[in-house]
Structures are given as structure tokens and as C-alpha cells.
């Protein structure tokens, strides 16, 4: 049986507004085993970057709380918290964040320089993910240079650099044009299948939800497994 890499218990997230407590998740209960793929849809507005961003430590939840490997995540420990993101988690946004003065394999090899470890070491790791990627020859551009899929591959490529056992994207393809988003769900595909890595992606995109292994809904602050035959009417 696969190890649980992240389980999530009564996960709930509340803020107040001038009309009283707003509860955006309730009670939201998961277990994502180590290598698994899923996706979260739903309608814009209802938290699924939120819930995403819970996973990550970039935000906190009200009450409940996250396992990672077994280990409770304490969401008061800074420290703890920068080290868990650094080592374990890599994170993928609708917009790349690469530096425009950089070039792709100066972009990628960030993660290690900020972890002290030897420019040259880091330089053939970069290569090697631009080699998976078919991005070797792109390697000396700036970010101006490549197109919306290769930018969202070498952001791809950067948050892999440290070898995270969880990948988040959130809306990885919201911004790409449908064959740039073909290529861009083919290495989250790629990704999974050759380093195992856990992916949880939050989309609008229906063709790259269904290429997961379990697709959740989250609506009106719950999250449900959708099964197959209702994907449909979305």
C-alpha cells in the first residue's frame, strides 16, 4: 500500500467581514498518497487557491489540521514552516515569476544557490530538468525569448530544481494558449510518472483535470471526490 504523504483533518478557513464570519472551507477531510496526481475544480471565488495555499503553509487554517508524512505541520513555527516549503513542497502560479534579467538556467538554479550549494552542481542540474523538458537549447535565453509554455516549463523546471516530493500548481495553464497548455500538462504527466512526484493542481482547465488520477470539487466550502460520469456536466 502507497505511503500517505499529506493528509488533511477538518481543515476549516473563516474571515470576518462586515456581515459576520464567512467559513470559505468546512470540514475538509483528504488523504493524497505519495506519487498520486489530483485536481480541485469549482467555480471562480469559492477558496481553491486558498485550500491550496492551506497545503502549501503559505496561509493557515482556522481549525484542523495537516499531516506531511505523518508529521503534524505547525503552522506557529516559522522556521519550521520555511524549511518544510524550501525542501519539500515546489509551487507553480498562473503567472511564471521568472526574473526578466536572467537567463532560463540562471532562473532554475535559484533554489540552489539560495541553499549554498556549488554554482556548477547546480548548472548540471539544471540542465539535466531542460533536458527532460526539451529546453537545452533554450538554456542562454531570457524569459522575453521563449514562448508562454517554454516560461511555464522553466518555472516548472525551478520548482523541481531541489527534487520537492510535492508539486502545487495553481492554474498552471490560465494563461497559455490551448497547445502551449497541452505541453505544459504533458510534463506535469511527464513529472509524476518519471520522479514520482505528488501533484495537486487547482484548474479551470478540464482536459488537464481529467488527465489526473482523482479530480475534487470544492463548492460551498466542501470538497468532494467527483466520480467519473459527473465530470462531465461541469
Given at each position: 500500500m502507497a505511503e500517505i504523504l499529506l493528509e488533511l483533518r477538518e481543515i476549516?478557513?473563516?474571515?470576518e467581514t462586515s456581515q459576520g464570519k464567512l467559513e470559505i472551507l468546512k470540514k475538509i477531510n483528504l488523504k493524497i498518497q505519495k506519487g498520486e496526481k489530483i485536481s480541485i475544480v469549482?467555480?471562480?471565488g469559492v477558496g481553491k487557491t486558498t485550500l491550496l495555499n492551506i497545503i502549501g503553509t503559505l496561509d493557515y487554517p482556522s481549525s484542523g489540521e495537516i499531516l506531511f508524512l505523518g508529521e503534524k505541520i505547525n503552522f506557529s513555527d516559522e522556521e519550521k514552516l520555511s524549511q518544510l516549503r524550501k525542501e519539500k513542497i515546489g509551487f507553480i502560479f498562473q503567472l511564471h515569476y521568472l526574473i526578466p534579467e536572467f537567463t532560463v538556467v540562471e532562473n532554475i538554479i535559484l533554489p540552489g544557490l539560495i541553499s549554498n550549494f556549488k554554482k556548477e552542481d547546480c548548472e548540471r542540474r539544471a540542465e539535466e530538468l531542460l533536458r527532460r523538458f526539451n529546453l537545452l537549447k533554450r538554456k542562454e535565453h531570457k524569459p522575453s525569448q521563449l514562448s508562454g509554455g517554454?516560461?511555464?516549463?522553466?518555472?516548472i523546471a525551478r520548482a523541481l530544481f531541489l527534487n520537492p516530493p510535492l508539486l502545487l500548481a495553481d492554474?498552471?495553464?490560465g494563461n497559455l494558449d490551448p497547445e502551449s497548455a497541452k505541453?505544459?500538462?504533458e510534463v506535469f504527466l511527464k513529472v509524476n510518472e518519471e520522479?514520482?512526484?505528488t501533484i495537486i493542481l487547482v484548474t479551470h482547465n478540464l482536459e488537464l483535470a481529467q488527465k489526473m488520477d482523482?479530480?475534487?470539487l470544492l463548492k460551498n466550502g466542501f470538497l468532494?471526490?467527483?466520480e467519473e460520469k459527473k465530470i462531465k456536466g461541469l
Open positions: 476549516t478557513k473563516s474571515f469549482g467555480p471562480s517554454e516560461r511555464q516549463k522553466v518555472a492554474e498552471p495553464t505541453e505544459v500538462a520522479l514520482n512526484t482523482k479530480i475534487f468532494v471526490e467527483l
